[in-house]
């Protein structure tokens, strides 16, 4: 599974990214699951309480303070999911390594655990005011903090206006304090 399709399936049928984003009520988007890098003919068959139940597990990873709590939530996913690795031989001439699980209803934990795990210090929840959505930082300087540009804009504006406000407020409170002191 790639990192993108962890993002998408917490985003959109987790629990907290819905309830914060005032979508708790509204219909999953059905059509998304296909982008989750799950075989689509078994991606149809998973249920939305399915999904939300799976991005409700992985969220907490998302959330998680440090890298410490990161790699054990994700080891706690991997032995739930029955992850096993295995050799497969393609053509005959060469293998290459693969993961198995014993029932394909462990298949997307373990997928999900798998991409996690290779990401644990990349992983971070929105910033942005009124928003739970998580992320794969890719940025080069590793320091990101919102989910998207529009969340990054809405807090930039948000300060600006802060600053534009206090700087009012002590500009008011001056010209009062002088007309005060004549």
Same mark, same amino acid.
């Given at each position: 599974?790639?990192? =993108?399709?962890?993002?998408?399936?917490? @985003?959109?049928?987790?629990?907290?990214?819905?309830?914060?984003?005032?979508?708790?009520?509204?219909?999953?988007?059905?059509?998304?699951?296909?982008?989750?890098?799950?075989?689509?003919?078994?991606?149809?068959?998973?249920?939305?309480?399915?999904?939300?139940?799976?991005?409700?597990?992985?969220?907490?990873?998302?959330?998680? =303070?440090?890298?410490?709590?990161?790699?054990?939530?994700?080891?706690?996913?991997?032995?739930?999911?029955?992850?096993?690795?295995?050799?497969?031989?393609?053509?005959?001439?060469?293998?290459?390594?693969?993961?198995?699980?014993?029932?394909?209803?462990?298949?997307?934990?373990?997928?999900?655990?798998?991409?996690?795990?290779?990401?644990?210090?990349?992983?971070?929840?929105?910033?942005?005011?009124?928003?739970?959505?998580?992320?794969?930082?890719?940025?080069?300087?590793?320091?990101?903090?919102?989910?998207?540009?529009?969340?990054? @804009?809405?807090?930039?504006?948000?300060?600006?206006?802060?600053?534009?406000?206090?700087?009012?407020?002590?500009?008011?409170?001056?010209?009062?304090?002088?007309?005060?002191?004549?």
């Amino acid at each position: 599974m790639e990192p =993108s399709s962890l993002v998408l399936l917490v @985003n959109e049928w987790g629990t907290r990214p819905r309830a914060v984003a005032g979508e708790s009520g509204l219909p999953y988007v059905g059509s998304l699951r296909l982008g989750l890098g799950i075989a689509p003919s078994y991606a149809r068959r998973l249920s939305d309480r399915a999904l939300a139940r799976l991005a409700d597990r992985l969220h907490p990873v998302f959330a998680a =303070s440090g890298l410490r709590e990161r790699a054990r939530l994700v080891t706690e996913l991997l032995a739930s999911s029955g992850v096993r690795p295995v050799s497969v031989a393609a053509d005959g001439e060469t293998a290459r390594a693969a993961w198995a699980v014993d029932t394909a209803t462990h298949a997307p934990t373990a997928a999900a655990a798998l991409a996690l795990r290779d990401h644990l210090d990349r992983l971070g929840v929105c910033t942005g005011r009124d928003c739970a959505d998580v992320f794969v930082d890719t940025s080069p300087t590793h320091d990101r903090r919102f989910c998207s540009v529009t969340c990054q @804009n809405r807090a930039r504006v948000a300060a600006f206006r802060r600053r534009a406000r206090t700087a009012a407020g002590s500009k008011n409170g001056r010209a009062a304090s002088t007309e005060g002191d004549q």
